[in-house]
């Protein structure tokens, strides 16, 4: 009880020395840092360009569109990737509030909301400039599954390169299984990706469409395809004869050469499902 009086004492002796803080006033720099010219970066610089304020895009990359620019297709909307974010930059390119630069990288940060000090580097150029806020959209990458499931980049691919095999017009494979949650949903990564069972469902159907004969499995835990359009995609995959498998983690499925062995845990025996081309959807993880 002393102590308590003690502790109130003393922070009422504090208090009464306390003097009010003085207001800062500062000018807000009006112009906006974008980081990333993916299509978040893009979509973000745009925004902020068509209400009138002046932007500055910066890409580390040659070219402005991110990952999007490897893409064949978008889901759930059968998009074609490369005309959304060619759309995308070219907007960005026309737009007069809108100063691009590529192969950037930031050297130097100072400063605080409403008046950042910042020195950055393009193309071998450095330049200094002020500004009042910065958005950061630098994007993910995909998992590279380095060790699981046999992945070698050739037989055993992600739905990425899968992506790059469509846009090259290089996917002919008859027997194909797709394995969901590869390196998702793990000790190591314990969230679920929320893209890449449509991304899967999206890629098995485009397969199907190509080639109504070959024999597409997905193998998955769980199905994320919530909302309306998503559903559709299932059901349209379904009604092209995709097959669908549930597995168990604890009991994951096993690539060998010619064939994937997986439990099927409602039948209670393991199947043994041929394939010419396995693909592994892996979650999206945060790039530098
Ligand atoms: S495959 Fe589906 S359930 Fe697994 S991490 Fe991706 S979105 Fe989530």
Known sequence: MDKARDLIRMGAAKAALLEPQEIITSEVEVRALVIGAGIAGLTAAISLANRGFPVILLEKEKELGGMLRSLYRLAPMDLDASEVINAKIKEAEDNPNIEIY??????????????????????????????????????????????????????VITQWELEERFKAGKVDANNVVIIQCVGARSPERRYCSRICCAIGIKNAILIKEMNPAAKVTILYRDLMMYGVENEDQLHKAKELGVRFVKYDSERPPVVEENKVTVFHHLMGKELEIPQEMVVLSTPLVGTE
């Open 102 to 155: 590529t192969g950037a990288t930031i050297e130097k940060v100072e400063g605080f909301i409403g008046k950042f000090d910042i020195t950055f580097s393009a193309n071998g150029t450095s330049k200094d400039v002020r500004l009042g806020v910065v958005i950061i959209a630098t994007g993910a990458g995909n998992l590279v599954p380095e060790g699981m499931y046999q992945y070698d980049g050739n037989k």
